[in-house]
T-cell receptor
Framework: KQEVTQIPAALSVPEGENLVLNCSFT??????LQWFRQDPGKGLTSLLL?????REQTSGRLNASLDKSSGRSTLYIAASQPGDSATYLC?????????????FGTGTQLKVEL | ETGVTQSPTHLIKTRGQQVTLRCSSQ?????VSWYQQALGQGPQFIFQ???????GRGNFPPRFSGLQFPNYSSELNVNALELDDSALYLC????????????FGEGSWLTVV
């Protein structure tokens, strides 16, 4: 059974700091890995999707890497801003029955302070 | 704004009752998935519908059931509600096939008392 773990559970940083969020998964037979953002009481917004054949993806100040063999992914946020405060979730898709059936971690709650 | 709309946004039910949650998928998306998110946890996959047929199910009992309609909108039904069913229920739509971007709705908050 696929299990996804995210460390740390919570993180508080001053504005402008670069930071790294970690995600690990137990079964390396994944099809892709995605990072999502969730604001309090809201739905999820897709940030980055990395296919299993890729090593990283970038979008603006965000960079996500994937090491499938070791079962790890990191989300790097550069020059953090108060608007980045949210919960960040990683999820893996193991391509059962056509895909898009995601297994999520419990998330990292990020607070960026002025 | 993802184009995925869910209703109702909040509701309170009594243990043992039944509830129906609704989801309108983004235009053109033929696949709808439902997730349950308890407070402080990540979403858990309930089931997925593709072209009106169930296409995969997570570790949820049969009292969780669903429907998908010809216009790709969907319903989640939960019978015999239990206190542990209290959670945020998220609907997600996408095109079929892995690797396509998934769009989530804002969710329906269910409280069972």
């Amino acid at each position: 059974k696929q299990e996804v773990t995210q460390i740390p559970a919570a993180l508080s940083v001053p504005e402008g700091e670069n930071l790294v969020l970690n995600c690990s998964f137990t079964d390396s037979a994944i099809y892709n890995l995605q990072w999502f953002r969730q604001d309090p009481g809201k739905g999820l917004t897709s940030l980055l999707l990395i296919q299993s054949s890729q090593r990283e993806q970038t979008s603006g100040r965000l960079n996500a890497s994937l090491d499938k063999s070791s079962g790890r992914s990191t989300l790097y946020i550069a020059a953090s801003q108060p608007g980045d405060s949210a919960t960040y979730l990683c999820a893996v898709d193991i391509l059962t029955g056509g895909g898009n059936k995601l297994t999520f971690g419990t998330g990292t709650q990020l607070k960026v302070e002025l | 704004e993802t184009g995925v709309t869910q209703s109702p946004t909040h509701l309170i039910k009594t243990r043992g009752q039944q509830v129906t949650l609704r989801c309108s998928s983004q235009s053109g998306h033929n696949t709808v998935s439902w997730y349950q998110q308890a407070l402080g946890q990540g979403p858990q996959f309930i089931f997925q519908y593709y072209r009106e047929e169930e296409n995969g199910r997570g570790n949820f009992p049969p009292r969780f059931s669903g429907l998908q309609f010809p216009n790709y909108s969907s319903e989640l039904n939960v019978n015999a509600l239990e206190l542990d069913d209290s959670a945020l229920y998220l609907c997600a739509s996408s095109l079929s096939g892995a690797g396509n971007t998934i769009y989530f709705g804002e969710g329906s908050w269910l409280t069972v008392v």
